[in-house]
């Protein structure tokens, strides 16, 4: 099968992406889906930091690659085994197909399946193959996903199928910012009823931890970024106040305003600072986690002292700590429900053909979730 898909083939690219173009928009040749695997036809597509980050050489991935990791789609054709998917079922695309047989799947911690992981970093997807090519070279795959395409095959373990009354452009955020950012919330830094967070961090999953956080309960939600539009728009959502996180008296500021700190930070941006500051934020007992991915080179530090006398606990969140055959359908129904309304976050849409110019929205702070439009 001949689609049109975009394919990063060096990083990094220097900015802006319109002039680099790192995306090629390529025709790809698609193999059949294997046993387990299902053949998706891309209708939505969000561009994400985790994108970027392979872009810009922070996240470093197997070249070259299709990216492109949180979408919805309508099933094409299901390979041998796939016998709970027909054609025409939508579904949201997840960015850590889980085999379900490992040690952390058995103890319900699908986010650290041992061989998705080993398959995300090597490029292909969960049994090991690569179903992209170019003219008869293969292509890595993005996370088991490769999104940013006309259509994919994927493990069936990729998948979540979803309420055929959802909107497909918001079912694509569901998939990664979305999960990321509501679980980090609630599954993660386990917010309760009356609680104080603050987030670090207003991007797509920035602002959707403030939207899980609200939903969780949280009776005050401080918002943390240095761009002064994103503050606005965490504001706009029901943050109760926001900060400047690159004000040298941030962290005593909200200090002030939460009596000593709050009860959970969460950490979103992907920068040592911004840890450091959602670490001073969180008051004795409290709660720091971060859902983002740093450079790997990128290290943080805090007084052990201080973890220990102060009860602190410190928890890093992926896939937002939950299970997602589980999490997007229930986030999906509080959406449903106007109690989690992440359709906000949506603020445009292009074609493939503008993937890169996408890039630079994202990258200069002007999009919270721009989407590739391969509807039509």
């Not at 609680?195 to 918002?223: D, K, N, P």
């Not at 055959?325 to 074609?351: F, K, N, S």
């Amino acid at each position: 099968m001949q689609v049109r898909a975009a394919i990063l083939r060096a990083f990094p690219a220097g900015r802006p992406y319109a002039a680099s173009r790192p995306l090629s928009v390529e025709t790809v040749t698609l193999a059949d889906p294997g046993p387990g695997e299902v053949l998706v036809r891309i209708a939505f597509a969000g561009l994400c930091h985790s994108d970027l980050s392979v872009i810009n050489g922070d996240r470093p991935r197997p070249m070259p690659m299709a990216l492109g990791h949180e979408a919805s789609g309508f099933v094409e054709r299901c390979g041998p085994g796939v016998d709970d998917l027909k054609p025409g079922d939508p579904v949201a695309l997840v960015f850590v197909p889980s085999c379900g047989c490992c040690a952390p799947c058995a103890e319900g911690r699908p986010a650290l399946c041992e061989p998705g992981a080993a398959a995300n970093g090597a490029g292909t997807l969960l049994s090991g193959a690569r179903r992209i090519s170019v003219g008869g070279a293969p292509v890595h795959h993005h996370v088991g996903v490769s999104a940013f395409a006309e259509a994919a095959v994927v493990s069936r373990r990729s998948l979540v199928p979803i309420p055929r009354e959802t909107p497909m452009d918001l079912a694509a955020l569901f998939g990664c910012g979305v999960l990321t950012g509501v679980g980090a919330a609630v599954n993660t830094a386990e917010v309760r009823p009356g609680e104080s967070v603050a987030v670090i961090g207003l991007g797509g999953v920035g602002l959707s931890a403030v939207l899980g956080a609200l939903a969780a309960g949280a009776a005050t939600v401080a918002a943390l970024d240095v761009n002064p539009a994103k503050r606005e728009a965490a504001l706009a959502l029901g943050a109760a106040c926001a900060f400047d996180a690159g004000d040298p008296d941030c962290a005593e500021a909200l200090r002030d305003a939460t009596g000593g700190g709050v009860h959970a930070a969460i950490e979103t941006a992907g920068v040592a600072a911004a840890f450091t500051l959602a670490w001073e934020v969180t008051r004795r007992g409290g709660r720091t986690v971060t859902a983002s991915l740093a450079n790997p080179a990128v290290t943080v530090g805090f007084p052990q002292v201080r973890l220990v006398a102060e009860e602190r606990t410190v928890r890093g969140s992926y896939l937002g700590g939950g299970v997602p055959g589980r999490d997007i359908p229930r986030y999906m129904a509080l959406q449903a429900q106007g109690r989690l309304p992440v359709e906000r976050l949506m603020t445009g849409r292009c074609g493939l053909d503008a993937v890169n110019e996408g890039f630079d929205l994202l990258a200069e702070g002007l999009a919270i979730r721009h989407l590739i439009d391969l509807s039509a």
